[in-house]
């Protein structure tokens, strides 16, 4: 079974400062690894996905993340916040397998506050 | 990239009326649309998985018989939340996977269900 846990269900920031959300997984074997933003009463916009090769992703909007296997982690960066970023961000996995589904285990979900 | 369009996106009903969400892939065809259901400040939890021409396939603890899922075409599938019960108000959104292109999920704008 997999799961994805979210450090930090609030993270707040300054506008033009980094911008840095965590996201831990548990899988038996490395998953596929996505990054979603929510804004209020919408649905999910993909960030940026890692599936195979360059374990750096870059996303739109500015936005990338890391995978490191060692740490089992899926780190999201944006260098310089905006306050349009303010939003929702959430951090899935699903198995590598097409014939599982595409099922998406989503974490706990992070909100960012953007200070002017 | 392509689109999802939940239908309504918000809907106020009494208890014990049925209500139905549509959800529609406008550009493309979807073999398997997946419904999740989102609590106020909450995570996504998956509850079924919609599959074109057959019977949907429910995660543990959904209901089927109050969660009715029928995907009819490659382009629509409708959850119809029957005996609404205030419990049932929720936020409600649809995912869909393009059976012609790469494997990536994309999601409805969602439907905010509200039973008095």
């Known amino acids: 079974a997999q799961s994805v846990t979210q450090l930090g269900s609030h993270v707040s920031v300054s506008e033009g400062a980094l911008v840095l959300l965590r996201c831990n997984y548990s899988s038996s074997v490395p998953p596929y690894l996505f990054w979603y933003v929510q804004y209020p009463n919408q649905g999910l916009q993909l960030l940026l996905k890692?599936?195979?090769?360059?374990?750096l992703v870059k996303g739109i909007n500015g936005f990338e993340a890391e995978f490191k296997k060692s740490e089992t982690s899926f780190h999201l960066t944006k260098p310089s916040a905006h306050m349009s970023d303010a939003a929702e961000y959430f951090c899935?996995?699903?198995?590598?397998?097409?014939?599982?589904?595409?099922?998406?285990?989503f974490g706990g979900g992070t909100r960012v506050l953007v200070k002017p | 990239g392509a689109v999802v369009s939940q239908h309504p996106s918000w809907v106020i009903c009494k208890s014990g009326t049925s209500v139905k969400i549509e959800c529609r892939s406008l550009?493309?065809?979807?073999?398997?649309m997946f419904w999740y259901r989102q609590f106020p400040k909450q995570s996504l939890m998956l509850m079924a998985t919609?599959?074109?021409?057959?019977?949907?396939?429910?995660e543990q603890g959904v209901e089927k018989d109050k969660f009715l899922i029928n995907h009819a075409s490659l382009t629509l599938s409708t959850l119809t939340v029957t005996s609404a019960h205030p419990e049932d108000s929720s936020f409600y959104i649809c995912?869909?996977?393009?059976?012609?292109?790469?494997?990536?999920?994309?999601f409805g704008e969602g439907s905010r269900l509200t039973v008095l």
């Open positions: 899935a996995v699903s198995p590598r397998m097409i014939a599982a589904g595409n099922k998406l285990t």
């Open positions: 995912s869909a996977r393009d059976r012609g292109g790469s494997w990536e999920l994309f």
């Open positions: 919609s599959n074109e021409g057959s019977k949907a396939t429910y």
């Open positions: 890692y599936t195979t090769g360059a374990t």
């Open positions: 550009d493309f065809q979807a073999t398997t």
